[in-house]
């Protein structure tokens, strides 16, 4: 029997998917709890439009984020820290510093999750990842500098 999914079903498929499923496990378990209805050709035809725009929004969003990494691509940051006279730093420089860098020098905000990063307690220079999914990543360059 095929239904359309009205909520995602672990192990079954995402909101919007039709898929085939068991009389009984539709009509005891999906149907009661409002997780799927049956699949008339109306219904089909909808999930197919549907799926045809997520496309869509997809590919918009993924050429967004091509965008994003050609202006990351060979960029480079200075953050300035208080240190101590052992040229230790006084805190650490986290994702939240490397955004503000990033979007004080190039106007990109990035959120925390795209930074792969460890916290920086020392001065120098480091490769940051900038990870923005499937398989779009880019190297941007950090310089720790000390403060005056």
Known sequence: MQVLLNEDV??????????NVKNGYFRNYLQP?????RATENLIKLSEKR????LMKKQQI??????V???????KVKIKA????????????AEEDVINAV?????????????KMEPIRELGEYKIKVNLGENLEENIE???EASE
């Open 142 to 144: 950090l310089v720790v």
């Open 33 to 37: 709890r409002g997780l799927a209805q």
């Open 51 to 54: 799926n045809e725009k997520r």
């Open 62 to 67: 993924l050429e967004k984020a091509e965008e």
């Open 82 to 93: 208080k240190v101590s006279k052992k040229g230790k730093l006084y805190g650490s420089i």
């Open 10 to 19: 672990k192990k079954l498929g995402y909101r919007g998917d039709i898929v």
């Open 69 to 75: 990494l050609k202006k990351l691509k060979d960029l």
């Open 103 to 115: 979007k004080d020098k190039s106007n990109i905000e990035l959120e925390k999750e795209f930074i």
